[in-house]
DNA sequence: TAGGGTCCGGTAAGCGCTTACCGGTAAGCG
DNA sequence: CGCTTACCGGTAAGCGCTTACCGGACCCTA
């Protein structure tokens, strides 16, 4: 009864009960707010408690009651270099995952965090391995197979991203289809641009297919004219927009009037790109972006671009998840709304510039 | 022997051994590599986990044998608001958590991440339970006080950021004060500024008092006059730095030569905030960061700042932590060297000051 | 062919916690 | 005053895995 916290092995729960003179059960029920202790033997435990600052042991509890109250998130990191220069991609998917713990905290749930790297192998296992160690898993897109996250889902929940539904995991996703529409009929319809090109993201992503999609079905319809094909490749980050641009002024190729890109980053690139050769955003060349990132309406003009409700995204897939966690529940796919941010790269004037599509405000300044 | 994969209660060890026709030790060895299993027993035992589809409970293996392979990360989240606009002040924490997560994975550990809000109350308690869930604990700064960190000590390892140690935890850190020296002397010797104020971040960061200490001392020493006081008590974001400058040129103060923001956010308000006025930079003030986050050298003009080895901040604070969980070891304390990095925003000359990284699209641009 | 040494692989004992189940005590009632 | 009813709190059985320990099979040697 009198040899206290020696840093000795952890303590457990049979020792707050010897220290409170109660059984571990006790300690258990009170620890847990179950059944309906008395008041004498609540404090006894507490006081123990607090005295040798005992805490439980997670997988013990989880093991026991079959809840680890943890989740796992899973993405895929930069790529070439591991360490330099990740830059801003970081932002995207950080702003995801921090939506992800919010929502999470609010159930008193973690989230385990994990990158994968692009060249890392057997990824499957790895994702595998941390399915172990969670009551379920949000996936980014381009990550695994469909028919891998079938298996994956066979363990523990699954919900992704930015992909489709399968018939054991969820999705949720932003609505591309509208705000991809509401950009090129902005640009189309109310500037009357004739001739744009989409200058996509990474290939296999399933957010760009479909914003390339309806780009060029949208384009079209309206009668603008439309440059696609290999030259109009990017990668989702700077680098890789203003390549484009680069390569298509070296080979001498006259630049279209507006250039919708896959995403912020990428319009990033391309603007300076174009700043570089001297070529005026937005007089000469529009430039518009996707995503709405912080950085956005910092940039010189302020980006046009479609605000997705990134962190709100990670939110609701954590919530998706935890529908099926605790239930049968949880719909197997969720789509969130967009927003058409007009601001200066399209060619709309300074801050005066709203009216013409009334449902989409402006953010401005810093 | 043939009733497979039903989505059926989880499936164990024991459903593999079953179907292996072997037993559960077996079935753990070969899963783990220890003993030396026949290679017909390790065949046999392979197939059926991969025909199960089999993963190992994360908290049994924990609870068996004392290792979680699991380390947690805790930070506090921006402020007030939850959702929106949390800004580019993601970047520098998630630099580091990257960076711890990295380094995790060389060893086989995830990553539990975990924001506290500033106004979330008990976060002693939240976090002790955290604590119960991993091996190891690693806090960023301005998290609890040393008492509590102590306390927390006593259940896992903990491995503080920009703090100090205990006698009972670690700390890793940056070289703040050789970076500050360096940085003033740049401005009062090589530049010549005798006037210079520092922009503080948030009065309770240790960096930030570090900082601010050898700004003064250095300062003083070199012959400047230094400007202080609250007036000049910033946040480490930038609408901080902006509101600073705002009211001290609203109440028609005269500014110093050259400003040393606490961090590269607070000089990225700062010069939006200059700019807004008509101020030149550098010609006019001359603005420094600290921390040289990716947009520092996209600023207009590139910004002149102490380049922090931030993702190696994190992966050193898992390395100290790893060395502590495994063993005993694990030095009290690290110091990590930082690098003035000096581009234009402190009055040196365009181009030529910069042969530093050849591979990023060398940028402009707000 | 018998004895001794090697390997493998199985059995069973926990790891720290939750909780079903049950026995004891106290309160309520006839 | 004795019996029922309620209510607490203790005992013990797992949760799924690792591993110490031990027995059996096999091989080698004499």
């Excluded at 790529?79 to 995952?97: A, H």
């Excluded at 641009?245 to 919708?260: F, K, W």
Aim: charged content about 20%.
């Amino acid at each position: 009864m009198a040899e206290p916290n020696k840093t000795k092995g952890t303590l457990t729960i049979y020792d707050v009960a010897h220290h409170a003179g109660v059984s571990i059960a006790s300690v258990s029920r009170v620890l847990n707010g179950q059944g309906s202790p008395r008041a004498e033997t609540r404090e006894r435990v507490m006081r123990a408690v607090r005295e040798l600052s005992f805490v439980p042991d997670g997988a013990a509890r989880a093991l026991s009651n079959g809840l680890k109250e943890v989740v796992a998130v899973v993405f895929r990191r930069g790529g070439e270099n591991e360490f330099q220069d990740e830059d801003e991609s970081l932002l995207f998917m950080d702003v995801i995952n921090r939506g992800v713990e919010v929502a999470a905290q609010r159930q008193g749930f973690d989230v385990l965090i994990s990158s994968v790297g692009i060249t890392d192998d057997n990824v499957a296992a790895r994702i595998a391995l941390i399915a172990g160690k969670v009551d379920g898993l949000i996936l980014h897109d381009r990550l695994l197979s469909a028919v891998a996250i079938a298996r994956l889902a066979g363990i523990v929940p699954v919900v992704t991203l930015a992909g489709s539904p399968t018939p054991s995991s969820m999705n949720v996703r932003c609505d591309n289809e509208t705000g991809m529409r509401a950009l090129v009929r902005h640009l189309v319809i109310d500037h009357g641009y004739r001739s744009v090109a989409y200058l996509s993201g990474t290939a296999d992503s399933p957010d760009n297919q479909a914003r390339a999609r309806v780009f060029e079905a949208e384009a079209t319809g309206s009668g603008a004219q439309v440059q696609v094909g290999p030259s109009w490749q990017g990668n989702y980050n700077a680098a890789g927009g203003a390549s484009v641009i680069t390569s298509l002024l070296d080979a001498g190729a006259e630049l279209p009037r507006a250039i919708v890109c896959a995403n912020d980053q990428t319009a990033l690139g391309v603007m300076h790109a174009l700043a570089r050769r001297g070529i005026k955003v937005p007089d000469e060349v529009a430039v518009t972006g996707f995503d709405d990132v912080p950085v956005a309406r910092h940039l010189h003009p302020p980006l046009t671009t479609v605000r997705q409700p990134i962190q709100e995204l990670g939110a609701t897939a954590f919530e998706v998840l935890y529908a099926r966690i605790s239930a049968a529940g949880g719909a197997p796919e969720v789509v969130l709304p967009v927003e058409l941010i007009v601001r200066q790269s399209c060619g709309c004037a300074g801050g005066a510039t709203l009216p013409r599509r009334p449902a989409s405000i402006a953010g401005h300044e810093i």
